[in-house]
């Protein structure tokens, strides 16, 4: 939990320029109680925190927030008491970084969901946990030295053996020492690819984590393969650990690169779309990847994207500002050399309006701080909720009266 929190800041610090303002919520009693136990098979754990948290996925300003979050430690018998809580519905999660809590399938929204009415008891929130695996190795180059801050990944297989596609959560990520050497703990019993080096979906982590790692390597699959169907898969129990997984890294330069250029533009005008990132993914599944243009699009809607392996790919447009249109996903494939002439085409969106209020407060002033917050429509369902070409939706922002428009949203 403690990485995927980590990570997941670092990415929305880079993607957002603008935050919402927090905003007071209006006073709640906060007289009720959440108790239950924590154990692993019919031991106690003695000593570990219980965090309470807003239930639902975090919000951006849950995930930067650096105020106190309730919490409170078992004790002898694994027992925990949160008090003064007030009516709502929240997320219980046990703190324990070597431990695994049974059922828990979503890294960003760990432990279990408790609603809780003005005053209530509530009892037998009851957390069982195993011991987490352990996966240890070294990370070297193709002379056998080792490569220090490297990026190291375990990648945990679904039913279907399949890794988390393409941007989507993936919070499995460590680093190496000084002696290159890695320890990946805390881990869910499964099958698991583990990888180090640089994929291009992995350039936002790294820029997330202050860049570290050296760019001079490709990703590589344990313990010495670039695609991704090569890969020994390294299967683990709870508490097991397994060791000797080293990893040999291959240079960037045995595999070419390529260039991919282009206009964005209107599609019932034919007029250029300038001001607007472009967007890529890899649509192979052994050999997925992500990443954005250098710049925005000039003028003439004029694009380019570099450091393209051979690959099926989508590319899609990311706006800037609030806009009326949606760009339609491009497929397109680069085999053996730069793909020039691709065109975007943007088309007119859909809109959601409305009108935003703060419940209880009628100070003019409170309300101005609405217009401060960025609106966001994004897929939450079907095909284009897991599929990053088709996921961006429309912005807008709330007025000085509270109304508020969301432009260019995709049908």
Do not use: C
Request: hydrophobic share 40%; glycine share 12%; no cysteine.
């Amino acid at each position: 939990m403690q990485a995927a929190l980590r990570v997941l800041s670092g990415v929305v610090l880079l993607v957002l320029s603008t935050m919402a303002q927090t905003i007071a919520p209006k006073p709640v009693a906060a007289t009720g109680t959440i108790a239950g136990h924590v154990t692993i098979g019919a031991t106690a754990v003695t000593g570990v925190e219980v965090l309470l948290k807003a239930s639902g996925n975090p919000t951006v300003t849950d995930i930067l927030s650096t105020g106190p979050v309730p919490t409170t430690t078992t004790d002898a018998e694994g027992s925990f008491k949160l008090v003064g809580v007030a009516a709502g519905s929240y997320r219980v999660m046990v703190y324990a970084l070597t431990l695994v809590s049974e059922g828990d399938d979503n890294p960003l929204t760990p432990g279990r969901t408790v609603n809780v009415g003005e005053g209530e008891n509530v009892e037998n929130i009851n957390f069982t946990m195993t011991r987490g695996a352990v996966l240890t190795g070294k990370v070297t180059d193709p002379e056998g030295r080792p490569v220090i801050a490297e990026s190291v990944r375990a990648h945990k297989l679904n039913a279907e053996g399949k890794r988390p596609a393409a941007g989507m959560p993936d919070f499995n990520f460590w680093q190496t020492d000084d002696r290159g050497v890695y320890r990946l703990f805390g881990l869910e019993p499964g099958r698991y690819l583990l990888t180090a080096g640089a994929g291009a979906e992995d350039a936002i982590m790294r820029m997330a984590m202050g860049g570290q790692g050296d760019h001079s390597y490709q990703r590589t699959y344990y313990p010495e393969m670039v695609e991704e169907a090569k890969a020994k898969i390294i299967e683990v129990k709870a508490g097991e650990e397994v060791e000797n997984l080293d990893i040999k890294l291959v240079p960037t330069n045995q595999n070419k690169t390529f260039a991919v250029a282009g206009r964005v533009i209107e599609a019932a005008s034919g007029k250029p779309v300038a001001g607007v990132m472009v967007g890529y993914t890899g649509t192979k599944t052994d050999e997925p990847a992500f990443g954005v243009g250098g710049a925005a699009t000039s003028a003439a809607g004029e694009f380019r994207l570099e450091g393209l392996k051979a690959n099926s790919y989508k590319a899609f447009v990311i706006g800037l500002e609030a806009s009326e249109n949606y760009g339609e996903p491009l497929s397109f494939e680069v085999i053996r050399s730069d793909l020039t002439g691709l065109e975007l085409k943007m088309h007119q969106g859909a809109s959601i309006s409305g009108v935003a209020v703060i419940e209880g407060a009628t100070d003019p002033k409170l309300r101005e701080k609405l217009t401060k917050v960025i609106l966001m429509a994004n897929s939450v369902g079907g095909e284009q909720a897991t599929d990053m070409a088709s996921a961006f939706g429309g912005t807008g922002q709330i007025t000085a009266n509270g109304t508020f428009k969301i432009g260019g949203v995709r049908p």
